[in-house]
């Protein structure tokens, strides 16, 4: 995802970056995801994607990647 986002932000796509990266995480929560509707504390992700949105997170707050977006 790393590599992806750096492709994208030296294709020219700018703040457009921070906007698909977040669509991408939250298309897999949907996806892989498990809640229980109306109770927001009981979002799970599986055990293989629990590090993912804390990736992300980082990801975005890295002072180089915020440089070119």
């Not at 992700?45 to 440089?67: A, C, D, G, I």
Request: charged share 25%; aromatic share 18%.
């Amino acid at each position: 995802m790393a590599r992806m986002v750096l492709c994208r932000t030296e294709t020219g796509d700018g703040p457009d970056v921070l906007r698909w990266a977040d669509y991408m995480l939250i298309k897999l929560c949907q996806k892989f995801g498990e809640y229980t509707k109306d109770d927001p504390n009981s979002f799970r992700l599986p055990e293989n994607f629990t590090l993912y949105p804390q990736f992300m997170y980082h990801l975005r707050q890295v002072t180089f990647s915020q440089k070119f977006f």
